[in-house]
Nanobody, 121 residues
Framework: QVQLVESGGGLVQAGGSLRLSCAAS????????MGWYRQAPGKQRDLVAR???????NYGDSVKGRFTVSRDNAKNTVYLQMNSLKPEDTAVYYC???????????????WGQGTQVTVSS
């Protein structure tokens, strides 16, 4: 089994910064990609940022230039540095990882429990 544990959400004023962390643990053979999605009330879950094993990154259009995704391979951890936050960034942020399990040898997507980010105007 694989677990993802997130931390770092909270309340911040517009223009401020937050840093999210997500650590993967369990029967991990290889992490192919890790990243973040977010879901605001009444909306679908959308990609925020993603980093794959070769270091390439993808960002949602609304966060380009403000958010940075990074990864510590030794710690199986992905980070999301969020700067210049806006009220429209308010959402539950979910960590996602595509992982090959070292026991079952299956590759699956895993999700964290979600962490609330609230940006006040």
């Amino acid at each position: 089994q694989v677990q993802l544990v997130e931390s770092g959400g909270g309340l911040v004023q517009a223009g401020g910064s937050l840093r999210l962390s997500c650590a993967a643990s369990g029967s991990i053979f290889r992490i192919n990609a890790m990243g973040w999605y977010r879901q605001a009330p009444g909306k679908q879950r959308d990609l925020v940022a993603r980093i794959i094993s070769d270091g390439n990154t993808n960002y949602g259009d609304s966060v380009k230039g403000r958010f940075t995704v990074s990864r510590d391979n030794a710690k199986n951890t992905v980070y999301l540095q969020m700067n210049s936050l806006k009220p429209e960034d308010t959402a539950v942020y979910y960590c996602n990882a595509n992982i090959r399990d070292r026991v079952t040898w299956l590759t699956s997507d895993y999700w964290g429990q979600g962490t609330q980010v609230t940006v006040s105007s």
